[in-house]
Structures are given as structure tokens and as C-alpha cells.
């Protein structure tokens, strides 16, 4: 066993200590097995039950027909298509089968007008109501349609199947205070307008809370991902019912960002509503989200579980009793801890941590002054060191990935292998950090390490709660407990290493787990970001960002002591063919396909073509090859195509001549089921319209009508002036078929799946 040597540093200079290295890794070695069996077993969904349990029971075996029928019999749901029928029907004969729930059928039609334009719709949605002894109502809203040619098992079918068991099992138990009314609308995908459509039933004139369910995956547990800060009373319900918490703030803060290309029906109860409420949704296996794959082969057993036993144990929680007054403190930060505990506090409460974790880091360096020696000049060389050592440790892994992605030209194979890109960036992750060990050894004194690590943590901590970014939250981990043991190991200083090392763990899994839960969420939505450049350097960032905070503690226990840039070369190693694995690997498969948008456009006066896109934004490569492409840039092709058959657009102009504020102009279209008709034209042209609905703002009007009624649909516009108006008008079918598109799709290879479309347009001068 090695050992290497450790001087005090001081007045009083003290004999050396004798520190075993070999022990030291074998401790890390450990915890970091241990972190990664915590996380992983923490993101894995309870074992399903079945039908034997409590009639008031949640059962992933009485929920499962459910999911079956919508995925297997009845298929793709498309709003305003047959299927989409068939489900409301068979969702309405569920409901009215469970004993003292009204069930209706709502036809809602109306124009819905947000920052993106406005939408004239029509939606089914189908309501169930369990009638309660007070006037409140909770709310649980799940959208039963699917997209184009997906069977729509995770989203959204698992998440209506969980629904229905909930309302079947609150009617088996005791009558609650509170109404609770189960909104499955039928319009999701056209735009959010079947959420819409909800606002105005009779029903929903009291909503006091909802829950909105939705996904973006088919596996593992749903994600408490959004929640109306001014409403800290329905975290805390969360915290007290819920079996199995599973939150994080972070995907909040993503998801509002836009950074995370999708929206849900949230949105429309908040901000169009002004409903509190939470949403709800499974992300994992993103890969076959919005694609033929979502079936329910994918869905992993025990989801339904997790979902329906935490939703049916919300609801009730919010059902009965009084509610709360909304006078508590906002909420800024909510997150689970390994699946076990629901922890959630505002501002103060995060500064209150800030102070504490500063009172107990001055109170932990006191110690390590007065019994070990160490004073501010020691603890200044540590922490520039530190900040070394992690500066490598990100920086290689990055620099590896960057040149994967730019340089060979070979990026993504993490897409298709996750688990090669967190052993290799991982490895080059530590290697970075031991080389900056080596090179910058810093201060040779484990307690000045420990001293300066743990001023680095409450440092950060600071700064990110200054910023109000919900990722502070891991940092209290990461500083309380790490001066409690730095003050222990000021007694015992030959313990300090090991004891050092312990300290890191709490805040070490909580870093492991909030980076798992990102990287399962944005290695999946990068197939569809439409980024347009490699993305390699951010999931190198990412797994970086998991790994080097436990290198750090590593290099603080051992104290700059044995030979790290040996042990640096020999991990370093093991990381570059890691990265060669990478380069080799082609980065989509069966299971985890490249998704091709596949557009038949026909405008009027020029040939028709199919125009190929890839949602990654990355080159096509030779999926066109022999064609007769014509590339337009990174990830998009055009090819000359046969007419589709549709014929002209069904669309037809009036002109009604000058009437009070302007000149009239008569829209009609004649839809099919499943189409969707957008018109733009310059806003400051139109005066008004016979809409239901104000003008939205804008300097362009953007009208989109979807889910068009079995007849003819129009609409008059009111111009303002004598001078032509440049019009663009655009019929847009999903999930539309043409010959041109089902030869390509026959020649791509298996590891590539389609979603198809057709688009009529013509331009016109009103």
C-alpha cells in the first residue's frame, strides 16, 4: 500500500502524517458505485400492482385496458378525425360505467389568441364529474389525442388510462369536499384549443387547483416539472400526499425558457385561465415521442403506477379540507431527494440555508485554524487549485467532444449510446482533474483542501441564489454537511481524507441526480431541436458537471500526494476509446431513430416537391445520394416530386367592396378532417374581422384555422385602405401520404423514421 507524506502547516509545525492512497481510492471507489445505484434506483418506477388490491385503490391492472383499447384498437387520434371520435366514444361508455360520475361530451368551438396568432377551432372533450358536499372544484386534465401516424401510447394515452382508474377509485372511496372533474380534451396537438375549449364548460367555473398530465416519453416516473409559484399550498400538498415524489424546479426553469421544443395545456389554464395548478409528465425515452415507435412495447411497467398513485393521492389531499390562503411565501425551489422526500421553500427560506451554511463554514474554518494550523495564505494556493482542477475537468471532456463533432465530423453517437458517452466524457472528466492535480498541486494539507473546497461550494451557492436559479438548491448539500465533517476532521486529522470524502456524498447524489434527469431529458429532444451544429459539448458539459464535483473531493482527500498524472494518463485512456467507440458508433438506430420531416409542397405556379428535413438540423448525409437532391442547407434537400392528387387549394375569395372602416374580403375553405389552413398577412392592413375574438397584435396576422367543421368554413375580414394586401394562404395535412413520399420512405434505412405531410399554398393580393 502506498502512503504519502502530509506536512502541517503552521507556527508549530508537527511530524508528518502518513495518509494510505490506496484506501482513499478504494473509499471513492465505492461512493461512487453507491451514488450511481442511489440515482439509478431512484428513476426507476415502482412495481406495478394488480387488480387484487382496495376498490379505492390505484391499479396498473384495471388502468391497463384502457391504455390498450386507445393504443391498439383504436390507434393514431387526431383531432377531428374518425379516431379521434372512436376514442371520445369509448371514453364516455368508460366513465358512465363508474358508479355515481356524470359524464358529458362537450362540442367546443371558439377562437383561442396567444403571442403565436390565433387559433379557430373546434374540439371534443369529454368530462367526468364526481360531485362533492362543497363548491370547489380540482381539476385532473389529460389530452386523449395523439399526433400524425403515432399510436400515442405515452403520450398521451398512459397518462388518460391513469386518469380514468383515478376517477374510478375516488368514486369506490369516501365522498370528498371538494367536486373533482376529470377534462380529457381531444385537441391537444392542434395547438392546445381542446384546453381552451375547457375553459368556458359550466363545469370549471370554480376550479380551485387542477393537475394537467401530459408526456414527452413513455418510461419511468412522471415528473413534476411546472407549478404556479404563487400557489405554495399545492407543493405542499404534493410534499404531504404524494407516495412517490418525484420534482424538480430545473425543468421548469428549462421548460420556460423554450429551450425544451414543446408546450401543454398548463399554459392555457395559467396564464388564460388563471387556474394554480401543476403539470405532470413522463420524459423518459423521449426517442419515440411524436412517432409511429410510441406504442406500447415502450412503455415501461410500473409508470402507470407511479403516476396513478401519486395523482390519486393528490387529488384527494386536495379535495377535502379547507384551502389554504395564498399568503405563504412563493415557492422558488422544489425538488424530490432520491425519490423519498418532497422538499420545496421560497426566497428566504433559500437565504435562510445561504446564512446557515456560512455561519457553519466560519465556524468550521475557526477549527481548522486553531487545532490544525491552517491559516488564509494555505487555503488561498488550495483554492486556486481547486479552481484548476475543475477547469480541466471540464475543459477536457469538452475539447474530446468538440472535436468529435467538428473536427472528425462524426458527432451524436451518444444519441445511440448514452451509457458510452457518460463512461467516456466521465473518464476524461477525472482525468482532467487529476492531470490539474498534478500540474497545480496547490496545498499539500487535507484541511486546507477541505477549507477551500468548502468556501468554493458556499461561493457558488451564494452567487446562483443571488441569480435566483433553481439549481441552488444542490449547493446547502454540498456546504452544510461538508463544515460539520470539516470541523470533525480538524479533531481527527488523520481521518480527515476519508472523512472529507463522506462529506461530499449528500451533495454528490443530489449533482448525479438532477444531471441524469437532464441528460435523459435533452439527449432525446436534440433529434428534434433542429440545432443545426453538433451538440456533443453539451452533453460532454453535462456529464462533466456530474462527475468533477466528486473528482474535486477526491483530489482534496488525497492531499496532492502519489502520482496523478500516472493515474490521469491510464483514465485518460480509458476515456479516448471511449470517445473512438463513439466516433464509430452510427448515431441513431431502430430503438432511437433520426426523425425526417417529409414534405410534399405544391404552391401554386411552380412543380410540386418533396422537401426533406432532418429535425436534428444535422447534414443529411448520403440518405439522398443518387437522387437527384438539391441540398438547400445543413439538414434540408428538396426533390422533384409528381403531383399529390389533392388538386387545387379548396379555398375561395370574396370581394365585398367598401363597407364602414374599410373594404370587406369573404374567406371560405373546405377542410378535411385533419387538415389545417394558416393565413398571414401584414396586421396593420386589417381593421377587424368576424371572429369571435380581438385582433391579436403583431406585425403580421396569423390565423390558423384547425380542426375544420364537417362543412365549409369562412370567416370576413375587414381591410383598411384601397391598396392591394399581399395574402399567404397554406393547407397544411399531417400524417398526408403522397406516392412521392412512401417510395422515399421505402428506400431509407430502418434506422430512420418519417413524418410525412402535405401542404397546398398559393399567394394572393387582396
Excluded at 450511481?36 to 418506477?45: D, I, L
Aim: charged content about 20%; overall charge negative.
Amino acid at each position: 500500500m502506498a502512503e504519502v507524506e502530509l506536512e502541517s502547516v503552521g507556527t508549530n509545525p508537527r511530524a508528518p502524517l502518513r495518509h494510505p492512497e490506496a484506501g482513499v481510492w478504494g473509499l471513492w471507489a465505492v461512493l461512487v458505485v453507491g451514488v450511481v445505484v442511489a440515482v439509478w434506483s431512484s428513476e426507476r418506477p415502482p412495481e406495478p400492482l394488480g387488480a387484487e388490491v382496495p376498490a379505492e385503490a390505484f391499479s396498473e391492472a384495471r388502468a391497463w385496458p384502457v391504455l390498450r383499447h386507445l393504443v391498439d384498437e383504436v390507434g393514431p387520434r387526431v383531432a377531428g378525425t374518425p379516431g379521434q371520435a372512436r376514442a371520445a366514444e369509448y371514453l364516455v361508455e368508460r366513465l358512465r360505467g363508474i358508479p355515481g360520475v356524470e359524464v358529458e361530451l362537450q362540442r367546443a368551438a371558439g377562437v383561442r389568441v396567444d403571442g403565436n396568432g390565433a387559433w379557430d377551432y373546434r374540439a371534443e372533450n369529454v368530462l367526468a364529474r364526481l360531485p362533492g358536499t362543497g363548491d370547489g372544484v380540482v381539476l385532473v386534465s389529460a389530452h386523449y389525442d395523439s399526433a400524425e401516424e403515432e399510436p400515442g401510447a405515452g403520450d398521451n394515452a398512459l397518462a388518460v388510462a391513469a386518469a380514468v382508474e383515478v376517477m374510478r377509485a375516488l368514486a369506490a372511496g369516501p365522498r370528498l369536499e371538494r367536486t373533482v372533474v376529470l377534462g380529457l380534451n381531444g385537441a391537444e396537438e392542434a395547438g392546445l384549443v381542446g384546453a381552451a375549449g375547457l375553459l368556458g364548460h359550466p363545469w370549471l367555473r370554480r376550479v380551485e387547483a387542477f393537475i394537467n398530465l401530459d408526456a414527452a416519453g413513455s418510461r419511468g416516473r412522471s415528473l413534476l416539472f411546472q407549478s404556479t409559484p404563487s400557489a405554495p399550498w399545492l407543493l405542499a400538498a404534493y410534499a404531504r400526499s404524494v407516495p412517490h415524489p418525484y420534482a424538480l424546479v430545473v425543468g421548469q426553469e428549462l421548460f420556460q425558457t423554450g429551450l425544451i421544443p414543446s408546450e401543454t395545456d398548463y399554459r392555457v389554464f395559467t396564464r388564460e385561465g388563471h387556474w394554480p395548478g401543476m403539470d405532470l409528465a413522463l420524459y423518459q425515452d423521449g426517442y419515440a415521442y411524436h412517432t409511429p415507435l410510441d406504442g406500447l412495447a415502450r412503455v415501461e411497467p410500473g409508470s402507470l403506477r407511479q403516476l396513478g398513485e401519486n395523482v390519486l393521492a393528490l387529488v384527494r389531499e386536495l379535495a377535502r379540507g379547507p384551502r389554504p390562503e395564498d399568503t405563504g411565501e412563493a415557492v422558488s425551489t422544489y425538488y424530490d431527494v432520491l425519490g423519498v422526500e418532497m422538499v420545496a421553500y421560497g426566497r428566504r427560506t433559500a437565504w435562510g440555508l445561504v446564512v446557515l451554511g456560512g455561519v457553519l463554514a466560519l465556524g468550521a474554518l475557526g477549527l481548522v485554524w486553531r487545532r490544525g494550523g491552517v491559516r488564509a495564505a494555505g487555503v488561498a494556493r488550495a483554492l486556486g487549485g481547486l479552481l484548476v482542477w475543475g477547469l480541466l475537468g471540464v475543459l477536457v471532456p469538452v475539447g474530446a467532444a468538440l472535436l468529435l463533432g467538428f473536427v472528425l465530423g462524426r458527432p451524436h453517437g451518444w444519441y445511440a449510446a448514452p451509457w458510452l458517452a457518460g463512461g467516456a466524457f466521465g473518464a476524461l472528466a477525472l482525468a482532467g482533474v487529476l492531470w490539474g492535480c498534478a500540474l497545480v498541486p496547490g496545498e499539500r494539507v487535507v484541511l486546507a483542501r477541505g477549507a477551500a473546497a468548502l468556501v468554493l461550494a458556499w461561493g457558488v451557492g451564494v452567487a446562483l441564489t443571488a441569480m435566483g436559479l433553481g439549481v441552488a438548491y444542490l449547493f446547502p448539500w454540498w456546504t452544510l454537511p461538508g463544515a460539520v465533517l470539516l470541523g470533525v476532521a480538524s479533531l481527527r486529522e488523520r481521518l480527515a481524507g476519508p472523512v472529507l470524502l463522506v462529506a461530499s456524498v449528500p451533495g454528490w447524489v443530489l449533482t448525479v441526480e438532477l444531471v441524469w434527469r437532464l441528460l435523459a431529458m435533452f439527449i432525446p429532444v436534440t433529434g428534434r431541436l433542429a440545432a443545426g451544429l453538433p451538440l456533443d459539448g453539451a452533453v460532454a458539459l453535462l456529464v462533466a458537471l456530474a462527475v468533477v464535483p466528486g473528482a474535486l473531493g477526491l483530489g482534496v482527500a488525497l492531499g496532492g500526494g502519489g502520482r496523478p498524472g500516472r493515474t490521469a494518463g491510464a483514465v485518460a485512456l480509458l476515456g479516448l476509446v471511449g470517445c473512438g467507440a463513439l466516433a464509430g458508433v452510427r448515431p441513431s438506430n431502430e430503438e432511437r431513430p433520426r426523425r425526417l420531416l417529409l414534405t410534399h409542397m405544391e404552391e401554386q405556379g411552380a412543380p410540386a416537391r418533396l422537401e426533406v428535413a432532418a429535425e436534428d438540423g444535422l447534414p443529411l448525409g448520403g440518405l439522398l445520394e443518387g437522387r437527384g437532391a438539391a441540398v438547400l442547407e445543413t439538414g434540408e434537400a428538396w426533390l422533384a416530386a409528381e403531383p399529390s392528387g389533392l388538386g387545387p387549394l379548396p379555398v375561395t375569395v370574396k370581394q365585398e367592396g367598401v363597407t364602414e372602416g374599410g373594404r370587406a374580403v369573404t374567406l371560405s375553405w373546405r377542410g378535411e378532417p385533419g387538415a389545417q389552413l394558416v393565413v398571414r398577412l401584414p396586421r396593420e392592413a386589417v381593421v377587424g374581422w368576424s371572429l369571435p375574438a380581438k385582433l391579436p397584435e403583431g406585425p403580421e396576422l396569423v390565423l390558423r384555422v384547425v380542426v375544420p367543421p364537417a362543412g365549409e368554413w369562412s370567416a370576413r375580414l375587414v381591410l383598411r385602405g384601397e391598396a392591394p394586401v399581399p395574402v399567404s394562404l397554406k393547407e397544411w395535412r399531417a400524417g398526408y401520404v403522397t406516392r412521392d413520399i412512401e417510395a422515399l420512405r421505402r428506400r431509407l434505412p430502418d434506422w430512420v423514421v418519417v413524418e410525412p405531410e402535405a401542404c397546398r399554398a398559393v399567394s394572393l393580393s387582396w
